[in-house]
T-cell receptor, first 115, second 113 residues
Framework: DTEVTQTPKHLVMGMTNKKSLKCEQH?????MYWYKQKAKKPPELMFV???????INESVPSRFSPECPNSSLLNLHLHALQPEDSALYLC??????????????FGPGTRLLVL | QQQVKQSPQSLIVQKGGIPIINCAYE??????FPWYQQFPGKGPALLIA?????SEKKEGRFTISFNKSAKQFSLHIMDSQPGDSATYFC????????????FGRGTQLTVWP
């Protein structure tokens, strides 16, 4: 089973709201990723967690705050977002053993609209 | 600077045709080249992947051709079907970058019935 699940599927929030995106995988993967994807563009890497530790932060604004409570879960906390943050937010996971030649499996994404 | 260049940006073929999507890279440290297929409103799904020690890999109707000396690789879709209409992304990665994927810009494929 190569399934990564994400909730919610859709989210509309105001610029003063606080919300969270959730991602879960049960493949025993130890690396998890957050990506942002704008329409007709490739996914852009935001964060990478390896063995539940933040390994990569691609200079993402602090209004995005990732959290990895355990090896199966990944959250993205959102606060004071801007309309330009509206996008499809994708979670992915991979085996995490040295990250060499690893396949990343993506979830279906959360479609976020910031008003 | 874009690490992986992909062309064409869009492609229209008739059912049964063989669309070809091309990608090129500069960084010879890349050692794994996956292709992802993405339908509207969905996440990318791994389609097929290749390593540089192999010149061709086939899975069903999808074939990757790899030219290491030219630093190019391409996706061929045999007997294309309307259900293949999607956006295709090539990507590259190298072992030292914790699975960081460098994506091409994507090709929007439309297969007419």
């Amino acid at each position: 089973d190569t399934e990564v699940t994400q909730t919610p599927k859709h989210l509309v929030m105001g610029m003063t709201n606080k919300k969270s995106l959730k991602c879960e995988q049960h493949m025993g993967h130890r690396a998890m990723y957050w990506y942002k994807q704008k329409a007709k563009k490739p996914p852009e890497l935001m964060f990478v967690y390896s063995y539940e530790k933040l390994s990569i932060n691609e200079s993402v604004p602090s209004r995005f705050s990732p959290e990895c409570p355990n090896s199966s879960l990944l959250n993205l906390h959102l606060h004071a977002l801007q309309p330009e943050d509206s996008a499809l937010y994708l979670c992915a996971s991979s085996q995490g053993r040295g990250a060499h030649r690893e396949t990343q499996y993506f979830g279906p994404g959360t479609r976020l609209l910031v008003l | 600077q874009q690490q992986v260049k992909q062309s064409p940006q869009s492609l229209i073929v008739q059912k049964g045709g063989i669309p070809i999507i091309n990608c090129a890279y500069e960084n010879t440290a890349f050692d794994y080249f996956p292709w992802y297929q993405q339908f509207p409103g969905k996440g990318p799904a791994l389609l097929i992947a290749i390593r540089p020690d192999v010149s061709e890999k086939k899975e069903g109707r999808f074939t990757i051709s790899f030219n290491k000396s030219a630093k190019q690789f391409s996706l061929h879709i045999m007997d294309s079907q309307p259900g293949d209409s999607a956006t295709y992304f090539c990507a590259a990665t190298r072992g030292s970058t914790l699975g960081r994927l460098y994506f091409g810009r994507g090709t929007q494929l439309t297969v007419w019935p």
